[in-house]
Structures are given as structure tokens and as C-alpha cells.
């Protein structure tokens, strides 16, 4: 407990937003001071996209003239690093005592405990990382589905004492429709006007990062993110479950929640969001397919990736275990492509700095992990161009489950696929010069060819594993697979030249 008069320096990162928990929420005006820095390092030393750059400066900047205006004393300013910032601070204030949430990344919790830093408990997640390795994690595979049944029994969302409410834990089969051919319509997102604080940070943002400016899509205060979540439980969460997975050239946004950048900054809890979900449910105003899919991304998916990301260590990003050394190709950095699929979704994210989870996963991540780039450097790429971007996020989401560099830790098997998944899923193929029917050939579609020469490359790797084994069969009985590994060669090379 602080003593009633002497004053502790709270110092805030900018993504642990959140006035309700942790020091923050127990920061006492006219006593204490918030410590707020804009580390240039950070900021200066990668190609960050602009909208995700604003939404970091601008989220932190509000905050910070809400506490003054709530007779807190804060302290901002810019330093070459967070270390010289906090250096700075007490030069001034010799002997305070700094306190803060733990950082969100192993660097951060290194360098704040090598300065002597208070560091209190972590309180932007509903679960520990040892939740995990009590369900074995380190002796043997837990899966995101173990993880996420023993989270529904331990948290005690949708459930009817120890079993879930309806008999069924998962729904994924109603859950995976593609769009159907007659439209359908799927509320717009909540939208804000910028304000003179906005123009300010628009205005600093270098004119070399990447991406188009930001036209209000992105909570930057605590405000602006319950208006988000009150419209994705009453207006998207109804017609969320069915169209998931389904992407469109039409529509960016479908019926998903665009509620990740707002969580990661700590504008909203996870236990918000889960409580409505579950009350919204008990209430009757939405299935419990599109309940229980989003419930899996908050409760499940969102906590088991922090988990990995922590129980895995900073040893992680550096995994490779598929070999992987292509660099990324130079149509993620801006060179036009003839691919209707990729050329669709690095739209959206230059045009917003997001798409959601399948065009992440099954289109930039899948043609990554068939074209055999370095996954560091597709790591790097989308936490500079996502604007919920996290580090912890990215590493296990990618090293982990898209690119299968971990040898199989998270995921039991690659989530490779072809053309005709896309052509399924989306309508990005109509009118695209590639058909996804065709593996060889010149019209013959990239992620086809690529994908049974993935098969063909890796099947010694993926004999044994019994969910591959179909795949890795049908591989071997191709006759032309020749011809397919002719054409993949052709198709890497024009990949990495930019003329594909």
C-alpha cells in the first residue's frame, strides 16, 4: 500500500489504456503523476502504417489530457528511447518510485526490470499463462480447443454448470458458410469524426509510412470504444456466426467486430465483451452460433495465443521449422500484382491497416507458407502494417498457426490450401486472369500450383501426420506433378520479381 502523501510515478504504455484496473486505476490526483513517453526509436525504426501509428500516438495523447483534466499531473514527452524517457523523468524526481502494468512483450519486461521499474500484475487478460501449462503445455500438444472448453468451465461463459448451456461446445460447421450468391446485408461500422487532436498526430505521421490516413475507423478513447461494442453485440453479433469466414471484394468488413484494436489498447476488457456476449445470448437477441464464435475468439483464441506468446518465450520468433528463407515479396511493400485475391486484401490493409481473421490467415498467411518466406520477415511486416498489430499477437498467430514454423506446437497440421478454398470462400476469383481449377499451365492459379508443390516439397516432413495424409496422397497419385513443380519454380521466381 503507497503511503498517504508520498508520490509514486505511474507510468502508462500505450496500450495499457485501461483506467479500471491496475495502477492506473488507483493513481491519486494532486499526489502521484503519470508518466507518459513517445519513444522515438520505436516509433522512427519501422515502417509502421499510418493509420496504426496514429492510433498509438493519438490513444496515448487523450488519455494523457483526460487524466489532466481529471487534476492528475502528467508527464509527456518524446525521448530517444523508453529507457532515456524514464531516465529524464527521474532526473528530475530523484528517488521516486516508478510503477507499472507488466509490458506486453518480453523486451519491454526485461527493460523495465533492469532500471528498477515496479512491475504489477498483468490485468488486461482474464488468464495467466500458467492456466496453460497446468493443462500439460511443455509435455504434450494442448490444442486452442482444449484450451478454450477448459476456459468455458473455468470463466463460465455459455455454460450450464460444468457442461456447456446447449450440449455443444462448438459450432464451427454453422460457422463456415461462404457468402451466398443473392447479397446480404451487414451493418456499417461505427464511424468517428477526427478532431483537432486527430489533425494534430495526421500531421506529424511521416510522409514515407505506408497506408492511407485515418478516416475514423479505430476507437483513440474509452468512449469511443463502448460505442463499438454496444453496436457489435446489438447490430453485428446477430449476424455474425454464419459469414465468418467468408471474405468478399465488395464488402470489408462483413459482420465481424472490428473490437480487436480497442482491446489491445486496454480501451476495452475482454470481460466486457464476454459478459455481453453471454448475456446477449441468455436474452434471446442472438443464436448461439454466432455467440459461441465470437466467444471462442475472445475467451479462446485472443488468451490462448498471450499464453504461448509467454510460455514460449523471445526464443519463438526465431523458429523456422519448415526451412523457410524466401524473402517477402514486393508485392506486400506496394508493387502491383496480377493475383485478384492478394491484390484484394493488401488493398484493404493499405486502405485501413486491417482485414479480418481468413484473408489474414488464407491469403497473405497461406501464400507466405506455400511461396516458403522467412517468417520472421512476415512477422514483421503485419505487426507494422495491422493496426492491432501486437507483438504477442503476431508471433504465435503466425509462427505458430499460418506459416507452421514451429513444427507443429500450436497447430496439428499446416493450413495450406489452394486456389479452389478462395474461390469457395470468396469472390475474389471472378474476373482474376488465374483459375483456381488449374494447377499447371500459364493461367493456371499461384496458390493451386504452389500448394501441391508444397505438398510435393514437404511430404517426407508430413508422412506421419495423420490429418495430411489424404492430402499428402493425393499429391503422389498426380501425374502431372512434374509439370507442377516446373510451373511453381516459374511462378516463385515472378513472385519475387514482382511480375506475378
Not at 498426380?478 to 519454380?489: G, K, M, P
Amino acid at each position: 500500500m503507497r503511503g498517504a502523501e508520498k508520490p509514486t510515478t505511474i507510468l502508462v504504455f500505450a496500450d495499457q489504456l485501461d483506467q479500471t484496473r491496475g495502477p492506473l486505476s488507483q493513481v491519486r490526483p494532486g499526489v502521484d503523476e503519470v508518466l507518459m513517453i513517445e519513444a522515438t526509436d520505436l516509433l522512427e525504426g519501422r515502417a509502421w502504417h499510418r493509420q496504426r501509428r496514429h492510433l498509438l500516438i493519438t490513444a496515448l495523447r487523450r488519455l494523457g489530457r483526460a487524466l489532466e483534466e481529471q487534476g492528475v499531473a502528467v508527464d509527456y514527452h518524446r525521448a530517444p528511447s523508453f529507457a532515456a524517457g524514464i531516465d529524464k523523468h527521474l532526473s528530475m524526481r530523484p528517488g521516486r518510485q516508478i510503477i507499472a502494468t507488466s509490458p506486453s512483450t518480453h523486451r519491454g519486461r526485461a527493460l523495465l526490470a533492469s532500471i528498477g521499474v515496479t512491475i504489477a500484475p498483468e490485468t488486461r487478460f482474464l488468464t495467466d499463462p500458467s492456466v496453460l501449462e497446468e493443462l500439460g503445455w511443455g509435455t504434450r500438444r494442448v490444442t486452442m480447443e482444449d484450451f478454450y472448453r477448459a476456459q468455458r468451465r473455468r470463466l463460465g461463459y455459455l455454460m450450464d454448470g460444468d457442461e456447456p448451456a446447449t450440449g455443444r461446445w462448438n459450432y464451427d460447421a454453422e460457422n463456415r458458410q461462404p457468402l451466398p450468391r443473392q447479397g446480404v446485408e451487414f451493418p456499417t461500422p461505427v464511424q468517428d469524426d477526427l478532431d483537432d487532436l486527430d489533425a494534430e498526430v495526421i500531421g506529424e505521421l511521416p510522409p514515407s509510412a505506408p497506408g492511407a490516413d485515418p478516416v475514423g475507423w479505430w476507437p483513440t478513447s474509452r468512449a469511443g470504444a463502448l460505442r463499438r461494442l454496444r453496436h457489435a453485440i446489438d447490430e453485428v453479433l446477430p449476424r455474425f456466426g454464419p459469414y465468418e469466414d467468408a471474405m468478399s471484394s465488395t464488402n470489408w468488413h462483413l459482420a465481424h467486430t472490428m473490437l480487436s484494436p480497442a482491446l489491445n489498447l486496454g480501451l476495452l476488457h475482454p470481460a466486457e465483451v464476454a459478459d455481453e456476449i453471454d448475456a446477449a445470448w441468455r436474452a434471446g437477441r442472438v443464436d448461439i452460433a454466432s455467440a459461441e464464435g465470437l466467444l471462442r475468439q475472445i475467451i479462446g483464441w485472443r488468451e490462448y495465443v498471450w499464453c504461448c506468446y509467454w510460455l514460449e518465450g523471445p526464443d519463438y520468433l526465431g523458429r523456422n521449422g519448415l526451412e523457410a528463407h524466401a524473402p517477402l515479396p514486393p508485392a506486400f511493400t506496394g508493387t502491383p500484382t496480377e493475383m485478384a485475391c492478394l491484390g484484394h486484401v493488401l488493398a484493404d490493409v493499405d486502405a485501413r491497416a486491417w482485414t479480418h481473421h481468413i484473408p489474414r490467415l488464407m491469403v497473405l498467411g497461406n501464400l507466405c507458407l506455400l511461396a516458403g518466406v522467412e517468417p520472421a520477415e512476415v512477422v514483421d511486416w503485419m505487426w507494422e502494417r495491422f493496426v492491432d498489430g501486437a507483438e504477442w499477437v503476431m508471433v504465435p498467430n503466425l509462427i505458430g498457426m499460418a506459416l507452421h514454423a514451429d513444427g507443429g506446437l500450436m497447430a496439428t497440421k499446416p493450413y495450406a490450401a489452394g486456389g479452389n478454398y478462395i474461390s469457395k470462400m470468396s469472390d475474389f476469383c471472378k474476373g482474376c486472369r488465374f483459375d483456381p481449377k488449374k494447377r499447371t499451365g500459364e493461367s493456371a492459379c499461384p496458390m493451386t500450383t504452389l500448394y501441391w508443390d508444397f505438398l510435393a516439397r514437404h511430404q517426407g516432413r508430413f508422412a506421419g501426420n495423420h490429418r495430411m495424409a489424404r492430402q499428402i496422397a493425393s499429391a503422389r497419385q498426380l501425374s502431372d506433378i512434374e509439370e507442377v513443380r516446373t510451373r511453381a519454380t516459374d511462378v516463385l521466381k515472378r513472385l519475387q520479381a514482382g511480375t506475378l
